[in-house]
């Protein structure tokens, strides 16, 4: 069931990924990467692997809406279980009302 969930997760991530992708000949459309080696995993202050770990990211925006994946795996751990990685999707549209920044969204944990 979990796993099932994860799939739909991804699956839907990557058809608004291939959707944006259909119409840039019409809009505007971004993609950002980035590839980091980074000494610990530290996540809102707290160090969740104090081992090197490679996060790769990408993002793709277009017309206020945006989509990414991003990821961690620790480069040291022999065995790559779980525990030693993590993966985020996430998926939000951006607008402004008034004053303020508007942007609704999701993040799924994998």
């Known amino acids: 069931m979990k796993k099932m969930r994860n799939n739909l997760i991804v ?4 058809s608004v990924v291939v959707a944006a992708g259909s119409y840039a000949a019409e809009v505007a459309m971004d993609i950002d990467t980035e590839l980091k080696v980074v000494s610990d995993f530290v996540w809102r202050g707290r160090i969740l ?3 090197p770990c490679f996060q790769p990211s990408i993002t793709v925006s277009s017309s ?5 994946i991003w990821g961690s795996w620790n480069l040291t751990a022999v065995s790559n279980v779980w525990q030693n990685s993590r993966v985020d999707a996430a998926f939000d549209y951006t ?3 008034g004053k303020n920044i508007i942007r609704p969204g999701f993040v799924a944990y994998i």
């Open 11 to 14: 699956a839907s991530v990557l």
């Open 49 to 51: 692997n104090d081992e």
């Open 64 to 68: 206020g809406f945006s989509a990414s």
């Open 95 to 97: 607008f402004v009302l």
